[in-house]
């Protein structure tokens, strides 16, 4: 074996081609993408009743990746609260009652000190709910399975299911029997 051909099959072997990274890429985005949220949908039940405008809905939420719901943020201009979730959901979609969310969840206000119950101000004071996979620490805000703006006059004045996803949190009146939307 000449000097040259050493040379070249050494360089060869110690220097990867230039195509390896490229070949990696498409590995590298399944695995990123399989690990991700994949959104979903929260749905406010609009009953249509003058009561609803001195309480809390029902909601339901739908998450179309593995991670169901761990937390759900609901604030507006003048009240903040947290529920996290106390175990593991499976079933779809999962209702919960705002109003009294029950033993799956415990409730805490904007400061973090623990809160027993949950009600809304004025009918018309426009409220923002938050739905993601991860309980996470104080401050943070990232809806990825969904969001949702809705006010309690709103809902008392319609009947069916105001929607909003991860990607839009303006709500659109659906009939309840179109919950969840598909992924």
């Known amino acids: 074996m000449s000097i040259l051909q050493r040379s070249t099959a050494r360089r060869s072997i110690s ?5 390896s990274p490229l070949v990696a890429l498409p590995l590298a985005c399944l695995l990123l993408s399989a690990c ?5 949908a929260v749905g406010a039940i609009a009953t249509g009743h003058f009561s609803a405008r001195h309480h809390f809905p029902v909601i339901m939420v739908s998450w179309c990746g593995d991670s169901p719901p761990a937390r759900i943020d609901l604030s507006s201009e003048e009240h903040e609260w947290r529920l996290t979730a106390t175990r593991e959901f499976s ?9 009294a969310p029950g033993e799956d969840w415990t409730i805490t206000d ?16 426009e409220y923002l709910l938050g739905v993601t996979s991860e309980a996470g620490v ?6 990825d399975i969904a969001s949702l703006r809705f006010d309690t006059e709103t809902l008392a004045g319609d009947d069916g299911v105001y929607v909003g996803t991860h990607q839009d949190d303006q709500g659109s009146l659906v009939d309840r029997a179109a919950f969840p939307p598909e992924c």
């Open 110 to 125: 904007g400061s973090g000190a623990p809160a027993y119950r949950i009600a809304p101000g004025s009918p018309d004071l």
């Open 15 to 19: 220097r990867p081609s230039a195509a």
């Open 36 to 40: 991700a949220p994949e959104g979903g």
């Open 138 to 143: 104080e401050g943070e805000n990232e809806n």
């Open 91 to 99: 079933e779809q979609p999962l209702e919960v009652n705002l109003a």
